[in-house]
């Protein structure tokens, strides 16, 4: 792949907009009265998270986790490392992992099982983008999902191409040549 193919958007400013005004209003009916805990994971989701957070009406906490997945700059290895840790005690809490997109499921694995030893109430994945075709390991309760893609390198609206375009406020991808 290379970046000096013409960009195509894949999904405008307006649709990721609207989307999370639904993602956000689901959100808020769920938790009502539980105080949920958003996890970003960073750096890929604090775009969405900033977002989402505002399109919701209950009241919440939030908190980041930092991850890094050895491997290609476009490939999962499979091998996961804690960068930086939550700051908030998850014991008996509601917690919402957010993420900006689920390719081989490999890195939201490691999370969930992660903080599942840490005995949250309960733990649920909101994920902006899903690149389902991909998927070598479902990272359990994927429940929030913005879009599902294709096969496609994306970039923009958080999402990085060696640390680049996360400024872009739409999500598009670069035709290979
Ligand atoms: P997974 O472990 O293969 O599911 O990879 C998840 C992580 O890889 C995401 O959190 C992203 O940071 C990164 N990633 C996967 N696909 C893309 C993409 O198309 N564009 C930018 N980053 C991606
Ligand atoms: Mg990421």
Redesign the pocket.
């Known amino acids: 792949m290379t970046l000096n193919g013409p960009m195509k958007t894949l999904i405008s400013s307006d649709q990721i907009q609207q989307r999370i005004a639904e993602m956000g209003h689901d959100i808020s009916q769920d938790y009502r009265d539980r105080n949920p805990v958003l996890v970003g994971?960073l750096r890929?989701s604090f775009v969405f998270l900033a977002d989402l957070i505002r399109a919701i009406t209950i009241p919440l906490e939030v908190d980041f986790i930092s991850v890094e997945?050895y491997g290609s700059q476009k490939n999962?290895s499979g091998v996961v490392r804690l960068l930086q840790d939550l700051n908030t005690n998850i014991k008996g809490r509601d917690v919402i992992l957010v993420?900006?997109?689920?390719?081989?499921?490999?890195?939201?694995s490691y999370l969930i099982d992660n903080l599942k030893t840490r005995g949250p109430a309960s733990l649920v994945i909101c994920a902006l983008l899903d690149?389902k075709e991909r998927r070598q390991k479902e990272p359990g309760i994927l429940k929030y999902v913005g879009f599902t893609i294709p096969d496609k390198?994306?970039?923009g609206y958080g999402?990085?191409?060696a640390q680049q375009y996360r400024n872009l406020p739409y999500v598009s991808w670069v035709e290979e040549e």
């Open positions: 994971v890929g997945s999962s993420e900006d997109i689920v390719d081989s499921g490999i890195t939201l690149k390198f994306v970039i999402l990085d191409h």
